[in-house]
């Protein structure tokens, strides 16, 4: 039976005395001086050469790979940041593209501090959706530890409610005068009385942002939204 993985011995192979011996010969048919260096110390040389010859390929090699690598260790991610368009209906958001062949290690976005929401659509494509307004700066590290950052100047980030004004009464109805920047969701206002019963708007005027309503005959809540989604809420209470 042949053992695996056992080298056979090479059957023409001489052993060192049989080697030294016709070495010897050699030299004296040649008439010149005899071998002083033992053949197995030129054996042991010659191997020792070879070992070292194939240390010095493999870090030759190394070296090579290093220097064929070297240019993805210095690459810079490139980012991309687009508004989406929501009519305005919402506050802003932002589309951002990183192109790059190198994996994103860590994305992230900060206003004064305060970390920004970012959402993941796809490799290397993401979603900010600011919460203030300031200088926002976003930055994006790849897997090879390179940074890019770039800053936006946020300034359409709405958290305010629409603002109280004024309210008159007109015969059985009443005038209610608001005001806010980004604009009244007039569609959208409701009134619920503390019975649970919703009431409908009379009619509203958008130049004047003037909504008209019924007047209560018992307590009322009315939401007045605005086109960011901030609600204002005005208790019409009934007078005796």
Request: aromatic share 8%.
């Amino acid at each position: 039976m042949t053992l695996p993985f056992i080298k056979k011995k090479n059957p023409y192979e001489l052993d060192t005395a049989t080697t030294e011996q016709m070495l010897s010969n050699v030299f004296t048919l040649c008439e010149k001086a005899p071998n002083s260096v033992p053949l197995s110390v030129l054996i042991s040389y010659s191997n020792y050469r070879k070992e070292r010859y194939a240390l010095q390929r493999t870090v030759i090699i190394v070296i090579l790979l290093c220097f064929m690598l070297l240019p993805f260790f210095f690459v810079v991610p490139r980012i991309v940041v687009s508004m989406r368009d929501n009519n305005g209906r919402s506050n802003p958001e932002y589309d951002v593209s990183v192109t790059t062949r190198i994996p994103v290690s860590e994305i992230s976005a900060t206003i004064g501090g305060r970390t920004v929401p970012i959402y993941e659509l796809d490799s290397h494509d993401y979603v900010l959706r600011p919460n203030a307004n300031g200088d926002m700066t976003l930055s994006v590290t790849l897997l090879n530890r390179q940074l890019s950052s770039m800053e936006i100047t946020i300034s359409t980030v709405d958290n305010d409610a629409p603002v109280f004004l004024s309210a008159e009464m007109d015969a059985d109805q009443m005038n209610i005068y608001v005001s806010d920047e980004t604009g009244i969701d007039f569609e959208n206002i409701t009134l619920i009385d503390t019975d649970g019963n919703e009431h409908a708007l009379i009619r509203w005027n958008e130049i004047l942002d003037m909504i008209v309503v019924e007047y209560p005959t018992i307590e009322t809540d009315v939401r007045i939204p605005d086109l960011r989604g901030n609600v204002l809420l005005v208790r019409l209470t009934p007078t005796e």
